[in-house]
């Protein structure tokens, strides 16, 4: 799996983790105090988010670790 597949399988994670919630992009956006087009990238896979950006948002969406990057492999 290349980068660019990898960061749309983990926003895609986000985006459903966001949605089971019933959260708006707006509304998860502020809590993680992004604007929403931040988030809009981070879930569309454009941007790779930081750890502590990660860490945040596993927080607000209840996530465990295991939830965010179970089967998700990088090969270089």
Do not use: C, H
């Amino acid at each position: 799996m290349d980068k660019t597949q990898y960061l749309k399988r983990l926003g895609n994670r986000i985006r459903i983790a966001r949605k089971r919630k019933g959260w708006t992009q707006a509304r998860l956006a502020t809590e993680l105090g992004l604007q929403p087009s931040g988030l809009a990238k981070i879930e569309r896979g454009q941007v790779n988010p930081n750890i502590i950006q990660l860490r945040t948002i596993k927080a607000a969406l209840d996530m465990e670790w295991e939830e965010v990057f179970s089967r998700l492999v990088m090969v270089y």
